[in-house]
Every structure is written in C-alpha cells, then in structure tokens.
C-alpha cells in the first residue's frame, strides 16, 4: 500500500457545540446510507481510508476544515449515527477516543455475538494496526484514538490519531483491508501530517532485516540481551544519532524479555502482540539488534467542502442550520424514496455530482 496524500491537522481546542453534533450524526448517517445503496460498503471503506475524502467529508459535515478535532468529532458522528442501524447496513464501528479505544475488541465481541460472525480477525486487525503505529513507528506522535468500520465479509478500515504536544500537531493513520498483505511491511493506506520528523519505522521496506533480527534477538535468553544493552549504553554514539539508550530501563527490559524468551516469537507480527512490549522495548531491540547483527535502522520518513455548510468555528462562515437541516431533509427523502423503487431523486443527485466534476 503506498500514502495517498498530506494534511495539516493542527491541535485545536475545544468541541462541536451540541446543536451541530446532533446535525453531524444524523447527516452522517444519511451519507453513509445513500453511500452503501449507491456504491457499497467496500467503496465506503475505501473513502473513508482517503485522507483526503475523510477531511473533505469532515467539513461537509460542519466541522473545522484543518482542526485535529475533526478526526475523533467526524468518527464519533458516524458511530452514533449508525447506532442501531449496524445489522440492517452490515457495517459495524467501534472505537473511539481515549478509553473507549481500549474497549474496541469488547465492542467487537458485542456485535460479533449479536450478529453471528466471528470476531477473532477483526480484534487482531484492531490491535495490531493500533500496535504498528504506536510502537513500530516511532515518529513522536502517541495515539490516543482509534476506530475500526468493518463488514462481517471481512472488509474494514481504521482510523486512528496520534498527538505530538511539543509540535502543537496531530498525525492520522489510515489503514485499509484491501490487498493487505502484511501489517507489519508498509502496510499504510496513508499517514497525514505536514509535519516531518525523525521516524524509526519498523515497517518500511528498508527494515526487513531488522525486523528478522529483532525476532531473533526476542527468542535469545534475556541474560545474553542485556549483557549486550549493557555493552551499548558505555558507548558514546554520535551527535547525528537520532535515538540513545538513555530512556531503556534494564531491569523493565529484563521483564518483557522473560516474555519473549517464554512465547519465542516467530515473526515480527507475533512480537508485537505481546503484552507489554512498547515503543522502548522494540527500539531496545533494535539497536542491540543492530550491534549484534550489523542490521542497519530504518530512519525515513480539502478546504473548499467547508463551503456546503460552513464550519465550526465560523470559516469560511458559521454553520448555516437552516441549510444544514434542508439538506439533511433532501437525502432522507431520496433514500426513502429509493427503498420504494422510487429513484428520481437519487439519479438527480447522480446528475448533480457529475455537473459538478465538470
């Protein structure tokens, strides 16, 4: 999978007032809707993963065009938007921010249960993705949200947040099911940012070797590892050398090493999913990779829609409600319309969308 595009997601502050959350989701779920009658659920996702489509979305929906708040706001207006709708659509999301991404593989397990399917492959996608960005790319951004939307034929995408407080800025990932064949090797829809900053990412071409040699290295008795950790932290690493062993804490490494040394993991994705292994650990592993093995470390690294109905914070104007609430009002009536083989409406919108890309 290759990035699909930038965007400038600067920290804001503050919320969408209620008035417009309300408008957002029942918005939200109108264009998801019409969305899945017209193009599936398969081409949903496949938006939803556009960086570009996602921001673009977000200011038709009302919402600051370049906030981070848009991200967790636009997810959320989806989420409860759908709430009560996902057996009929076949399109379920869980997530969200803060404490409710930790309670992700439970709200899977609830659906799963109640709709039939198992939810063994989706909790994986879940946590794995969640793992990649937060621990096998260290760029300095933390994640504090992540959503999945999927389908019980096994489609899905994520959306997830991280926030770098000395940058004053947020990154987003995007992840994709569609011809994913690793998530451990450039497995990205997209990541978007303006910002660039040093970033050890484990899942870059360049970083198969290390990957391989931090398994090895994980499957070693932890005796032997810090002997060596020790070995590199009396070294003096150069100036350009982007990360140091100053923030690795021996003894919590010897913890996570038991771990590894027990379960013996057999490929990188299988480390990652070990309880306890952070950011620190992996970077632990593989500098002392690098010294054992002589692997080298990876180091590399939609405004005009906020016309439709304004944006939150008054740019380019305050929400119009009273054009909000018409539009709303038009695309319910197409798809109650549709759903009775009345299709008018529907091939006028058609209509609309193509004078438009003219």
């Not at 621990?135 to 300095?140: C, F, I, L, M, P």
């Not at 992840?175 to 990412?201: G, M, R, Y």
């Not at 592993?285 to 093995?293: G, K, M, P, Q």
């Amino acid at each position: 999978m290759k990035k699909t595009g930038i965007a400038n997601l600067p920290l804001h502050g503050g919320k969408a007032p209620r008035w417009l959350f309300k408008r957002m989701t029942i918005l939200a779920r109108t264009v998801v809707e019409l969305m899945i009658m017209e193009l599936g659920r398969e081409e949903l996702l496949r938006r939803l993963s556009d960086p570009f489509w996602f921001q673009s979305f977000g200011c038709v929906l009302g919402f600051d065009w370049h906030s981070s708040g848009l991200t967790t706001t636009v997810t959320g207006a989806i989420k409860e938007g759908l709430r009560g709708l996902e057996n009929s659509l076949r399109l379920f999301v869980a997530g969200g921010k803060a404490k409710r991404a930790l309670n992700t593989p439970l709200e899977i397990a609830e659906y799963a249960e109640k709709s039939g399917f198992s939810p063994e492959y989706f909790v994986h996608a879940s946590r794995l993705s969640a793992k990649v960005d937060n621990v096998a790319v260290q760029d300095g951004f933390n994640l504090y949200h992540h959503m999945i939307i999927f389908t019980p034929e096994g489609h899905w995408c994520v959306i997830q947040q991280g926030m770098n407080d000395s940058l004053s800025m947020a990154r987003r990932y995007h992840w994709l099911s569609f011809n994913l064949k690793s998530f451990v090797e450039e497995p990205h829809s997209a990541i978007c940012c303006d910002i660039k900053t040093q970033t050890l990412n484990f899942t870059a071409k360049e970083s198969a070797d290390l990957r391989k040699a931090s398994v090895i290295l994980s499957c070693e008795k932890p005796e032997k590892v810090l002997a060596e950790v020790q070995k590199v932290k009396e070294l003096v690493l150069p100036k350009r050398h982007a990360v140091t062993f100053k923030d690795i804490n021996p003894r919590a490494l010897y913890k996570v090493l038991v771990q590894t040394y027990e379960r013996q993991p057999y490929n990188f994705e299988s480390l990652l999913e070990i309880r306890g292994l952070g950011a620190k650990t992996l970077r632990a592993l593989a500098l002392t990779s690098e010294l054992i093995y002589g692997v080298p470390v990876s180091f590399k690294d939609p405004a005009r829609y906020s016309f439709a109905h304004g944006g939150k914070d008054g740019t380019p104007y305050p929400v119009n409600r009273v054009v909000y609430d018409k539009t709303v009002d038009i695309l319910r009536k197409a798809i109650e319309e549709a759903k009775i083989g009345r299709s008018e409406k529907i091939l006028a919108f058609r209509r609309l969308a193509k004078f438009t890309q003219e």
